[in-house]
């Protein structure tokens, strides 16, 4: 079994910056690529970044030029650091990954969330 923990949400007022942070623990050989996505109320939801093992990454449009997504191999752990934030930008984010177990079985494994919201 693989866990993803969340980390990081907070409450910040528009144009303020946080940096989210999930670590993947468990039954890990290797894991492939990790991404954010979002869940906004009433809104489907919205994958945000991704990132793969050597580094590649792919942002949805409202991300590009405001979040960075970036990932330490070593601890199985990826970031998001979000600048510029907007009031749109409130949801939950939750932590995704491509995981393959030591008993070479691969699987997506999805965190709990943690809860971003953006106010004056």
């Known amino acids: 079994q693989v866990q993803l923990v969340e980390s990081g949400g907070g409450s910040v007022q528009p144009g303020g910056s946080l940096t989210l942070s999930c670590a993947a623990s468990?039954?890990?050989?290797?894991?492939?690529?990790m991404g954010w996505y979002r869940q906004a109320p009433g809104i489907q939801r919205e994958l945000v970044a991704t990132?793969?093992?050597?580094?590649?990454?792919t942002y949805t449009d409202s991300a590009k030029g405001r979040f960075t997504i970036s990932r330490d191999n070593a601890k199985h752990t990826v970031f998001l650091q979000m600048t510029s934030l907007k009031p749109e930008d409130t949801a939950v984010y939750v932590c995704?990954?491509?995981?393959?177990?030591?008993?070479?079985?691969?699987?997506?494994?999805w965190g709990k969330g943690t809860l971003v919201t953006v106010s004056s």
């Open positions: 995704q990954a491509e995981v393959m177990s030591r008993t070479l079985i691969e699987d997506t494994y």
């Open positions: 468990g039954n890990i050989f290797t894991v492939y690529t």
């Open positions: 990132i793969d093992a050597p580094g590649t990454t």
